[in-house]
């Protein structure tokens, strides 16, 4: 594919002018002969892009086969991956395979052979056993977050999958903590590492204060709501190390009145969407997760990291705190502690969080909300249609109030002004979308075990 013309895109639609000194670096690599690369750098360092560009500029567009599969452990990396693919090569198509997702809408999209297929494992192995994929023409294989392919336990699925592509595929991986016992699957293979784990202008380490809160009386459920009322009203994420324990900050602070969203494994695909594009688009400004979340979000703008209790590990640590900070950005850290409670060597802190010392104002709501509209890609809407949709029918609303337009399957998300957003509703709904009679209405969250 024309370089240029990705150059081009990566400035209007991602804003990035120039790329790092690790990036450069594995392009480079890639461009220098038949190399395989180990790929060794922290979250949020814009790993993402480092395999992305090589494999469009190794798309042939002449050629009708598969050419690239990229394998995530997690359907949100598989998703944020194809976002990005998409927007700096909307004529190369692009097909997102993981599970959750409606089988046969893949199976159909798979039909008209896509250059790059962006899947986890389990899915990809099921499509190719089906005979939906042929991939028998793939030249280049992305194992993005290696480390957590295998945490997940997804080493077999992939060893089936390598084991079906072409003896010429190469090789780019990627993780945030080094690999210390490769499977024997890829022993054949021979890989030139570039590690900028420890490199200081990369870290977001860096980037980021670290706060012990101390919570004197036992209450972290009391100290947490005062710690949200004290720091400012930008993104936060607050961690549990529990499923139970994450949705019961939930639905406490629901009670309290505060408006949060969860992100857990057990919510449905549909209701994990909804809650990160609430988020990115500003709709919610607190999220409650787990450490799916640790790999699963990736917003450019989270300012806070919360700490509900200290973490357990320190690549859990990394990887938390790797949701702010994010490439050139800082960020606050902060971990709640209880009385005798030791940290673990790995937290380094770089100060006391004193919230008896901070004036504590009322959290704001957010100034922004979503509406859904009940048309996606398949009924064959783009952004730029659901621009027209709302600013033709709409004198009221402005370009640059309409924000994070994500598009899914058959619903359309898509943030605007909080105050004039019953009225938008109510402007719109007369008017089709696309020549299709839609349903508009503002999205609420709200997980249905949620009484």
Known sequence: MDKSSISKHLEDKLGISCLNEMQNAVVAKWHEGNKNIILYSPTGTGKTLAFVLPILHGI????????????EPTRELVLQVTDVLKKLAPSIK??????????????????????????????????????????????????????????LGFIDDMRQIIERLPSTVRIIMTSATEIKSMPKFLHNFQFETANFLQQDDLSPQSRITTWQVRCNDGNRLKCLKKLLFSISDEKTIVFANQRDIA??????????????????GTLEQN???????????????????????GRGIDIGDIRHIIHYEPPLTNEIFTHRNGRTARVDATGEVYVITCPEEALAPFI??????????????????????????????????????????????????????????????HYTLVGVPRENAEDIVKTISPFKLKKQKVKSIIVGFRPKFVK
């Open 60 to 71: 042939d567009v002449s050629c009708f086969n598969t050419e690239a599969l990229i394998i």
């Open 94 to 151: 692009t097909t997102p395979c993981y599970g959750g997702h409606n089988s046969h809408d893949e199976r159909m999209s798979l039909a008209a052979i896509p250059s790059i297929v962006v899947s986890t494992p389990g899915r990809l192995l099921d499509h190719l056993e089906r005979g939906n994929l042929c991939i028998n023409e793939v030249t280049m294989l992305i194992l993005d977050e290696f480390d957590k392919s295998l945490e």
């Open 348 to 409: 380094t802190i770089d100060g006391q969080y004193q919230l008896d010392s901070v004036p504590a104002p009322m959290m704001k709501i957010p100034t922004r909300a979503t509406i859904h509209i009940s048309a996606g890609k398949k009924e064959k809407v783009s952004r730029g249609d659901v621009v027209g949709y709302l600013l033709h029918n709409c004198p009221m609303l402005s370009a640059h109030e309409i924000a994070g337009i994500d598009i899914f399957d």
């Open 271 to 293: 209701e994990r969407e909804k809650v990160l594009s609430m988020f990115k688009n500003g709709s919610l400004m607190v999220v409650v997760s787990t450490d799916l979340g």
């Open 247 to 264: 949705q019961l900050i939930y639905r406490q602070l629901i009670k309290d009145g505060l408006m949060v969203g969860l992100y857990v």
